[in-house]
């Protein structure tokens, strides 16, 4: 069993930058294959953001947020983190931390094992 919990949303405006935070419990991240963060905006489907495989070190991006956001383990502290740069109005959305044991199919939400309970990011014009 895995315990997620998210933290480091809030408000922010265009062109800021947002650091979120996964801690992870119950496992080490470095026995988990696949960790990811997804979002959801109000009134659409969860959609894939980011993830990171452990094998090899590989990160994998949603189109809309390349080259502005950035995902990365933490061993140490045992938790993932998403650095967001670059925020603009439609990044607004609850932020999910989510991950399983299998390293394949990364941006399906249906085939994750645990969710956290999600965090407010909101980026005002």
């Known amino acids: 069993q895995v315990q997620l919990v998210e933290s480091g949303g809030g408000l922010v405006q265009t062109g800021g930058s947002l650091r979120l935070s996964c801690a992870a419990s119950?496992?080490?991240?470095?026995?988990?294959?696949?960790m990811s963060w997804f979002r959801q905006a109000p009134g659409k489907e969860r959609e894939f953001v980011a993830a990171s495989r452990w094998s090899g070190g590989s990160t994998y991006y949603a189109d809309s947020v390349k080259g502005r956001f950035t995902i990365s383990r933490d061993n140490a502290q045992n938790t993932v983190n998403l650095q967001m740069n670059s925020l603009e109005p439609e990044d607004t959305a609850v932020y999910y931390c989510?991950?399983?044991?299998?390293?394949?199919?990364?941006?399906?939400?249906?085939?994750?094992?645990?969710w956290g309970q999600g965090t407010q990011v909101t980026v005002s014009s």
């Open positions: 989510a991950c399983k044991q299998s390293a394949f199919y990364y941006s399906r939400p249906e085939t994750y094992d645990y």
């Open positions: 119950g496992r080490t991240i470095s026995s988990i294959p696949m």
